[in-house]
């Protein structure tokens, strides 16, 4: 299953699709070069894509917190990555405004964990007519992802996709239960496994999220077997120097070898 994108291609191969980008807006030049890497990258393999980046980050633990370069300074950079390489490309937001506001830049809204039990949220996402990504919250199990979906349907928006990030384990560790993704895809939507922010160790005593970057190819190996539909990761240069979630993000250098990886698996997953 692939979500209704006009501008999403390879859909005839049968591929796995592709969500990945850096976590923010962080300045004017580097979000192209990103998206120029993974355009190439996506394009050799014949893997479906679509650009990710937050045009503001709203859900900081910090106040002194890095948010963004300016909210449309942000979404015009995502218009301008979708026209220049002819991807679609998706954003979060997490108000009734952010919604109306995002809307004209981006071919997909998503609603972060945290927000997806948030009715008028999830309304206004649906109002807009782009594709809706639904995070499932760290807090539900994956049945309940059903009333997330009905909300959106309600408002007459049948394009809807579901992403499984983990689940809260202890204050400041998350575990992946990959029985979730089979239950999501009962609902008939294309179920996405985020392997980046499920490796992310939050509630830190220092205020930023840590992260387990290492075990991105483990998750990710488990969800293709599993026949997800979609992978989300978030991507760097360097990762150390990343301005939000540098923790648990995977080396741009390395994303290469990984899709290699897991097209392997997911064909043989699906023969």
């Given at each position: 299953?692939?979500?209704?994108?006009?501008?999403?291609?390879?859909?005839?191969?049968?591929?796995?699709?592709?969500?990945?980008?850096?976590?923010?807006?962080?300045?004017?030049?580097?979000?192209?070069?990103?998206?120029?890497?993974?355009?190439?990258?996506?394009?050799?393999?014949?893997?479906?894509?679509?650009?990710?980046?937050?045009?503001?980050?709203?859900?900081?633990?910090?106040?002194?917190?890095?948010?963004?370069?300016?909210?449309?300074?942000?979404?015009?950079?995502?218009?301008?990555?979708?026209?220049?390489?002819?991807?679609?490309?998706?954003?979060?937001?997490?108000?009734?405004?952010?919604?109306?506001?995002?809307?004209?830049?981006?071919?997909?809204?998503?609603?972060?964990?945290?927000?997806?039990?948030?009715?008028?949220?999830?309304?206004?996402?649906?109002?807009?007519?782009?594709?809706?990504?639904?995070?499932?919250?760290?807090?539900?199990?994956?049945?309940?992802?059903?009333h997330a979906i009905a909300k959106v349907n309600y408002c007459g928006n049948d394009n809807v996709m579901l992403t499984e990030r983990g689940t809260t384990f202890g204050y400041q560790d998350l575990v992946v239960d990959f029985r979730g993704v089979t239950e999501m895809r009962k609902n008939d939507v294309p179920v996405v496994v985020d392997i980046t922010h499920s490796?992310?160790?939050?509630?830190?005593?220092?205020?930023?999220?840590?992260?387990?970057?290492?075990?991105?190819?483990?998750?990710?190996?488990?969800?293709?077997?599993?026949?997800?539909?979609?992978?989300?990761?978030?991507?760097?240069?360097?990762?150390?120097?990343?301005?939000?979630?540098?923790?648990?993000?995977?080396?741009?250098?390395?994303?290469?070898?990984?899709?290699?990886?897991?097209?392997?698996?997911?064909?043989?997953?699906?023969?």
């Open positions: 299953m692939y979500p209704r994108l006009e501008k999403l291609k390879y859909q005839e191969t049968g591929n796995f699709f592709l969500i990945a980008g850096p976590c923010v807006i962080e300045d004017h030049q580097s979000p192209f070069a990103i998206a120029e890497r993974l355009v190439d990258i996506t394009d050799r393999l014949h893997i479906p894509f679509i650009f990710k980046a937050s045009y503001k980050k709203a859900n900081r633990t910090r106040i002194d917190s890095f948010t963004g370069i300016g909210d449309k300074a942000g979404l015009e950079i995502l218009a301008q990555i979708r026209e220049k390489f002819n991807v679609p490309v998706v954003t979060d937001i997490h108000n009734e405004a952010d919604a109306e506001m995002a809307a004209p830049y981006v071919d997909v809204v998503q609603i972060p964990a945290f927000l997806c039990r948030q009715t008028s949220l999830l309304e206004a996402a649906a109002k807009t007519g782009r594709c809706v990504n639904i995070k499932k919250g760290q807090f539900l199990a994956p049945e309940a992802m059903t490796l992310q160790r939050p509630n830190q005593p220092s205020g930023v999220s840590g992260g387990n970057p290492e075990m991105i190819e483990t998750i990710g190996r488990a969800a293709v077997a599993v026949q997800c539909d979609g992978i989300f990761m978030e991507t760097h240069p360097e990762p150390s120097k990343a301005k939000s979630d540098g923790a648990n993000m995977l080396p741009l250098d390395r994303a290469e070898s990984l899709l290699q990886t897991l097209l392997r698996i997911h064909q043989a997953a699906t023969k």
